[in-house]
């Protein structure tokens, strides 16, 4: 509420005490109040003559200057102080939001709390007042007019989640921005204000922000955008951390280029076919596994399937043939393992990485050459659904491996195996993965149960018949009924290339000795053991 006072000192001095006055300016010579007198938001006391004196002609007519009533430092203090103030506890960041033409449309509050957690509040002004909501506000990007800027020159604009790493990358020297609210609250008019622009999403490395990320790219390439999609380097939460341990914007992973790769969808003539050159069809694993291909393993459960997917993943990184144990060309490994604790894995990973180093020397396994993601908890994944689809697809953009190996099944899938939708979306997935850069897969999968009147336990794949069709080739680990650790090589999908030498038996290895745990071996071999 407006208050009339005559007298310019008493309306300054109400003023300072909060009150909104109206008094009579003594420069024109009002006969009418017309001159307001109110508390500022960045000094105590503001004035605005309605004919349009000047404030210093007015301070001026009662001795005072622009600076008696500008605060001095324990004003300006107290009133950081206040300004900080939140519901929740004191801010350690203020955060502006501002349209395009500078005017700041509302806050954001960083406040700290225990066990380095934090949370955020939202206001906007009333008046001189704070209102702790954003009702009718239209919410904006952060830094909009330096945005729209970069926008208009063509440079990168990055944008992250929060507004702490937005200024980790403008210290830096870069354009960056974020949404209020955190990943999944974007809108319509923030694409707008991207509508065309080269735009770089740097994720947080959880499923929150790459859903996030996904769903932002979706909008902004839509509106024209050339978008990628970014991580920090693994085991780094935010780019903020990224930063901070010294790794440059170089290092972030890419996790959805710019550009994807279409494939040509024409037909070609047979006389072209034939005309291929051999070395065309490039192999993982020479004369067994190629390029795009699918390798289903199945077994029975504790008869040991993950070691020996585990050693072919080390073998292959290190150039040695798992199923020849001759040397080859090392390979980039990507292991995807959903099933075991880091720490019951750790003894079995150190022993092969020694054998590998014991026959292919020190210098082998080098960084990058074998990456696993330890997936044990993750309870929600499910490959069959678009989000678990995009989430290999950026593992794959990632890493760019040769050759991926991962399970086992059930705890790719959330869902009942025994469906053939449910696996005929994990094949559309995996189709989708190794068209990224020739990706050849090995799965590990289990056998089902002993049937009634059955002699023995078969070791098909379980679930739905799909199985027996969509991979390349499919073998189980049978074990054999006569001979201890020996274990047949059986084919429980007709190879779609009959030329394949894969090997015929797998026994145990001798312990302590210069043995894989698992060794391949012959027919003859299997005679005369």
């Known amino acids: 509420m407006t208050t009339t006072i005559t007298d310019l000192e008493q309306a300054i001095e109400a003023a300072k005490a909060g009150e909104d006055v109206m008094t009579l300016c003594p420069v024109h010579g009002d006969s009418t109040p017309s001159l307001h007198v109110s508390p500022g938001a960045d000094q105590p006391v503001v004035l605005k003559c ?18 008696d009533i ?17 519901p929740a506890g004191q801010a350690s960041h203020i955060y502006s939001y501002k349209d395009a033409e500078g005017n700041e449309v509302f806050q954001v509050l960083r406040i700290p709390l225990p066990d ?17 909501n954003l009702n009718g506000v239209t919410r904006v990007l952060y830094r909009l007019p330096q945005v729209l800027e970069c926008v208009s020159a063509g440079a990168t604009v990055y944008l992250v989640e929060g507004e702490k790493d937005v200024h980790t990358l403008v210290d830096a020297g870069f ?9 999944g609250k974007w809108e319509p008019q923030y694409t707008k204000a991207l509508a065309g622009a080269n735009v770089t999403i740097i994720s947080d490395a959880d499923e929150v922000g790459r859903a996030h990320a996904r769903a932002v790219k979706a909008m902004l390439v839509e509106a024209g955008c050339s978008v990628e ?9 935010d780019i903020t951390d990224h930063i901070n341990a010294g790794r440059g914007m170089d290092e972030l992973v890419v996790t959805s280029p710019a550009e994807q790769q279409t494939r040509n969808t024409n037909a070609v003539d047979i006389n072209d076919v034939i005309l291929r050159p051999s070395e065309d069809f490039k192999f993982v694993i020479p004369d067994v596994l ?13 008869h040991g399937k993950s070691t020996l997917l585990r050693q072919i993943a080390v073998m292959v990184a290190a150039g040695i043939d798992p199923f020849s144990l001759k040397e080859i060309e090392p390979k980039k490994v990507l292991v995807l393992d959903f099933e075991n604790y880091p720490g019951q894995v750790l003894e079995s990973y150190q022993q092969m990485v020694g054998l590998a180093r014991y026959h292919r020397g020190e210098d082998v396994l080098g960084r990058g050459q074998l990456m696993i993601f330890e997936e044990w908890d993750n309870d929600s994944m499910d490959m069959s659904s678009e989000s678990g689809s995009s989430w290999l697809l950026e593992r794959i953009h990632s890493y760019k491996p040769d050759l991926v190996v991962g399970g086992p099944v059930m705890n790719l899938v959330a869902k009942d195996l025994r469906d053939d939708e449910v696996v005929r979306k994990l094949k559309s997935t995996l189709k989708r993965a190794a068209a990224v ?20 336990r078969s070791v098909r794949p379980y679930g739905s018949s799909t199985f027996l069709k969509f991979p390349d080739f499919g073998y189980g680990m049978r074990p054999d009924g006569d001979k201890d650790g020996w ?27 210069s043995e894989w745990p698992w060794m391949p071996a012959s027919q003859v071999e299997y005679e005369q053991a």
């Open 175 to 183: 354009c960056a921005t974020t949404n209020s609210g955190g990943a």
């Open 487 to 513: 274990y047949e090589w059986q084919r429980t999908r007709f190879p779609r290339v009959r030329s394949r030498k894969f090997p015929e038996w797998f026994r145990t290895g001798t312990p302590g000795s």
């Open 290 to 302: 190629a390029a795009s291909e699918r390798l289903l393993v199945t077994g029975l459960e504790g």
């Open 437 to 456: 850069c020739g990706t050849a897969f090995i799965l590990e999968h289990h056998a089902p149960h002993k049937e009634p009147g059955a002699k023995e």
């Open 50 to 67: 309605h004919a349009g004196c000047e404030t210093s002609a007015i301070l001026g007519s009662i001795g005072l200057t622009v600076a």
């Open 229 to 237: 999609v970014c991580e920090p380097a693994a085991g780094i939460k």
């Open 70 to 86: 500008s605060g001095d430092d324990e004003w300006k203090e107290k009133r950081e102080e206040e300004d900080r103030w939140t």
């Open 116 to 132: 380095r957690k934090k949370t955020f509040r939202q206001r906007r002004r009333s008046g001189t007042r704070w209102e702790w």
